[in-house]
């Protein structure tokens, strides 16, 4: 027995470790001469990235005065950007959230406090001037829109969730909302897609963790777990599993699995006691996870498995410059060679700067690696707006990496022609306005309506003194001496 003890406790207390490929990832941060400097970074504290990035352009919400802005750079223009760079400054409120379209790389969708959904085509090498003239104009909200996500598998459908507690399915192809998702009794914080499109996760400030069925509305699974406040959710791929960062009944940062059915968490773990919001990025090839913390430095990595342990420690990336938001280049952006398998673009709001962050597996060999490069989800949508809304599901069309990703997109977006009502004016109909819920809301309102009398005023004024200009005008035509003249020679004429 005295024998045997010593060797029980030993194997009691070793640790257990697992054969991963990702074990070493490691984040790189770009060098100086390639991060993005002098932008004036939104100081807006609404819980959002503020930045939007794909293959071909990188977009950040700034700081505006009267109106919201956001500058798009081409991702090769690096250095310090002129002060007067051009900027999309269409919206008549504070910008609250940008994303690109999956499938066509110019294309970016915004909305904003001013209650409206905008639509932007960016040119090929970036703005020359600003751009104020948006492709569409979608109102359908009530109050102001804090978040907008584009289906992953269909082109010309985005979602849009506004603070009137309501979700809009919008088809680009006919320009107007088809679908309202209206089971949320507070303000949506987050939404998630499955890999598919098929299910919408969503978390809410009524502290519920909704699964949702989004052409019906129909809410699948809901919970309420009094242990894990849910902030943010993210669906895990294909592995009918969510995972959800909050905040524990002790206030400490803390992150769940889930299953999803939403029955009990699988497992729950706490992060650290630190206040800021904790974002999660899923990345389906790998599996793994990336969190980072709003005001941290640092992003942690963890590997999600089927089997225990479930949630597996990898690595941090640490680093002095707090973050605002997190901007992430699609796979087919990536680069491969360099053996990078992920890319965040960080928010430096100090500094006014974008700092690229790539987290790399180490290979010695400079080959194309399949093993970490499986197939994935390319620019080529699966279904048509029509096709999803008439109730088909289907996959993402996948690519590989090695040859894919220079493959050009011949995708053209067609926006619809729409008539102009005469009673929307800045994006309130003035005669079936929804009334306003809130002091700022009616202040900001009868601030417009006031621009807009002053405005219709000028151009009476300005119509009166064209009146009367053409009436001047007329008289002294009537009364010119060549016109007399040639009465008279006429009545001459006649009584000859």
């Known amino acids: 027995w005295w024998n045997r003890k010593p060797k029980l406790f030993l194997m009691s207390w070793r640790p257990t470790y697992r054969s991963s490929k990702f074990r070493n990832v490691y984040g790189k941060v770009a060098n100086r001469e390639h991060c993005f400097e ?40 690096f250095g310090r950007i002129d002060p007067h760079y051009p900027k999309v400054c269409g919206h008549h409120g504070n910008v609250l959230d940008i994303k690109w379209n999956p499938f066509h790389d110019n294309i970016i969708a915004s909305c904003s406090e001013d209650s409206s959904v905008r639509i932007w085509e960016i040119p090929d090498g970036g703005l020359r001037r600003n751009l104020t003239e948006s492709v569409l104009e979608l109102y359908g909200h ?16 985005l979602f849009s969730a506004g603070y009137d507690y309501k979700i809009l399915i919008w088809n680009l192809e006919i320009g107007e909302p ?3 998702i209206d089971c949320h009794t507070d303000v949506i914080l987050c939404m998630s897609f499955n890999t598919e499109g098929s299910l919408l996760a969503t978390s809410c400030k ?17 919970a309420n777990f009094k242990n894990h406040k849910v902030n943010r959710v993210v669906f895990l791929g294909n592995m009918k599993r969510l995972l959800t960062t909050g905040v524990s009944r002790w206030n400490t940062r803390q992150i769940a699995l889930w299953d999803q059915d939403l029955s009990m968490p699988i497992i729950e773990e706490e992060i650290d006691g630190l206040s800021g919001l904790l974002f999660p ?17 640092n992003i942690r990595y963890y590997e999600i498995t089927l089997e225990k342990p479930y949630l597996q420690y990898l690595m941090e990336f640490r680093s002095p410059a707090p973050q605002k938001g997190l901007g992430v280049m699609p796979k087919h952006g990536l680069d491969v060679g360099a053996c990078e398998v992920f890319r965040f673009y960080k928010l430096v709001t100090l500094k006014g700067l974008i700092e690229p962050v790539s987290m790399i597996v180490p290979r010695r060999s400079e080959t194309y690696q399949e093993d970490i490069y499986p197939m994935t989800p390319g620019t080529e949508p699966a279904l048509s ?82 009146i009367r200009q053409l009436e001047l005008e007329l008289n002294n035509t009537r009364n010119s001496p060549n016109i007399n003249n040639n009465n008279n020679s006429s009545s001459n004429g006649s009584s000859i």
């Open 281 to 297: 990025f899923y990345d389906a090839d790998t599996r793994m996870l990336y969190l980072a913390g709003k005001g941290d430095g």
């Open 385 to 466: 707006a029509d096709e999803w809304l008439s109730g088909i599901n289907r996959g993402p069309v996948l690519m590989s990496l090695k040859e894919g990703y220079n493959r050009p997109n011949k995708l053209v977006f067609k926006a619809p022609v729409k008539e102009k009502k005469g009673g929307v004016v800045n994006g309130i109909d003035l005669l079936e306005n929804v009334p306003p819920r809130t002091e700022n809301e009616l202040l900001r309102m009868f601030f417009r309506q006031q621009e807009e009398l002053r405005r219709l005023k000028d151009e009476l004024t300005q119509k009166d003194i064209k």
């Open 206 to 222: 009524d502290k519920k963790l909704r699964v949702i069925e989004p052409r019906s509305g129909k809410v699948l699974q809901e």
């Open 38 to 77: 002098g932008i004036p970074v939104t100081k807006n504290v609404h819980d959002n990235h503020f930045c939007a990035v794909n293959a071909k352009f990188l977009a950040i919400v700034t700081e505006s005065a009267g109106g919201g802005s956001f500058v798009v750079i081409p991702v090769t223009q």
């Open 142 to 157: 009530s109050r102001r829109v804090g978040l907008i996500e584009w289906h992953p598998t269909t082109s010309g459908i």
């Open 178 to 180: 088809v679908k309202m």
